[in-house]
């Protein structure tokens, strides 16, 4: 059996971006990251927008306002470090009707209040200046936003981590963990690395701490150690259409529409790519699989614990008008069509092809509310005392992902002392 000092469950932007800042940090401990797929960041990491977020919409003073303003910053400086491109191709955030304006103007004074650099209000003019085929009234200009290949980025982080001496282990879905038995704490290293994790195939490593970034599966893993399995995650399937490569000239930056509190997700946006596509959406519909890409993907144990946890329901009671509207825009093109000509009327059904799809892990509570920010929490007793679980990384966590680690290394060096 390998020993380590910590083990970091989950292979994602965020887990290997925590594994590298630990290890970094504390250079002359063992550290693995535990992986249940074949390859590195297959899931969010590998299915997202690509957007680097510059912190406009979240609340002032939570997490995630904090850390995707840090992350921003931080994300850029790492790519020009290590020679990964990116476009700082800007955002405009479009108010097309009069009464979307105060709720602008609201969201330019919560930038400003973040600390988001180079906001500015922009009139009718200036929007065709920088998007001409966009339509609007007034307009948000966020030139720091940006794109760049996510993965691309997770994956340099692993390369750092490995060339620090990390190990990690692919192919290593953990499905329990437990103290030694008494018998085996006799020996040195069963007193020295008291934890042991084993995956679905009866291997096992034994590490002194564990850190969980398990994204789709947070809850469960926390189960699985014994923590709580609040707050619960709702798979939602987000599915993009793409512009054909002879319209993408239509798009320049991202143009997001201007967010109603009344519902739950973003909107429809446009989202130029490192490739040069532009893809369009998403939308946001339950899925049946915690990690299924396609329409017709199916698990009955992902489904059941979906539609027989309260807190969806009662999220679903609270926006059923959206909800069947979304799953209206999913079934029929057409309707998402008109969401995005709102903004660039010269779209059209034949401009489009259907694209990617990514799942995205919702942490919803009891009541139905979504949790909006990042959870850190443990547990008690023998493991949870031994365990830091990132219990709710939504997006803006990719762009986040270095500002997040250097939050969990401080706190696991508070955590257990190393």
């Known amino acids: 059996r390998s020993t380590f000092d910590v083990a970091v469950v989950g292979a994602g932007i965020v887990g290997l971006a925590s594994a590298r800042e630990l290890l970094l940090r504390h250079p002359a401990l063992r550290f693995v990251v535990l992986e249940k797929e074949t390859e590195l960041a297959?899931?969010?990491?590998?299915?997202?927008?690509?957007?680097?977020?510059?912190g406009i919409y979240y609340t002032p003073g939570s997490l995630k306002a904090k850390l995707c303003v840090q992350g921003a910053a931080l994300c850029y400086e790492y790519c020009d470090q290590k020679g990964i491109p990116y476009k700082q191709c800007g955002k405009l955030i479009v108010a097309v009707e009069q009464d979307e304006i105060p709720r602008l103007k609201a969201l330019y004074e919560r930038g400003l209040q973040n600390n988001v650099r180079d906001l500015k209000l922009i009139g009718a003019k200036e929007i065709k200046a920088k998007e001409p085929f966009c339509r609007g009234l007034m307009a948000l200009d966020s030139p720091y936003t940006g794109i760049v290949n996510y993965r691309q980025v997770a994956l340099s982080y692993a390369e750092d981590f490995k060339e620090a001496g990390g190990t990690i282990l692919t192919d290593f879905e953990v499905t329990n963990m437990e103290m030694a038995k008494e018998s085996s704490s006799e020996s040195e290293d069963g007193l020295k690395y008291p934890v042991i994790v084993r995956n679905s195939k009866g291997e096992e490593i034994s590490c002194q701490y564990v850190v969980t970034c398990a994204g789709l599966h947070s809850d469960r893993l926390s189960e699985i150690s014994g923590c709580s399995p609040e707050p619960r995650i709702v798979p939602f399937r987000g599915d993009y259409l793409v512009l054909k490569p002879e319209k993408?000239?239509?798009?320049?930056?991202?143009?997001?529409?201007?967010?109603?509190?009344?519902?739950?997700?973003?909107?429809?946006?446009?989202?130029?790519?490192?490739?040069?596509?532009v893809w369009l959406g998403p939308n946001a519909v339950l899925a049946f699989k915690r990690e299924g890409y396609r329409l017709l993907d199916f698990s009955p144990t992902d489904f059941l614990d979906a539609v027989?946890?309260?807190?969806?329901?009662?999220?679903?009671?609270?926006?059923?008008?959206?909800?069947?509207g979304e799953m209206y825009r999913a079934c029929f093109v057409s309707a998402q069509v008109k969401q995005l000509q709102r903004f660039i009327p010269e779209v059209t059904v034949n401009d489009i092809v259907r694209g990617p799809s990514g799942v995205r892990a919702q942490a919803l509570d009891?009541?139905?509310?979504?949790?909006?920010?990042?959870?850190?929490?443990?547990?008690?007793?023998?493991?949870?005392?031994?365990?830091?679980?990132?219990?709710?990384?939504?997006?803006?966590?990719?762009?986040?992902?270095?500002?997040?680690?250097?939050m969990i290394a401080d706190e696991v060096k508070q955590r257990f002392e190393l």
């Open 42 to 54: 297959r899931h969010q990491s590998g299915h997202n927008s690509g957007v680097i977020h510059s």
């Open 308 to 324: 027989l946890y309260s807190g969806l329901w009662k999220l679903v009671l609270r926006n059923l008008s959206y909800g069947l």
């Open 248 to 277: 993408c000239y239509m798009v320049k930056g991202n143009i997001y529409p201007v967010p109603n509190p009344r519902f739950p997700f973003l909107g429809f946006h446009f989202t130029p790519r490192m490739d040069g596509s």
């Open 366 to 406: 009891s009541d139905g509310n979504l949790v909006d920010d990042f959870v850190f929490d443990g547990g008690s007793g023998d493991i949870g005392s031994r365990i830091l679980h990132v219990r709710n990384a939504p997006s803006p966590a990719a762009t986040s992902s270095l500002a997040i680690a250097r």
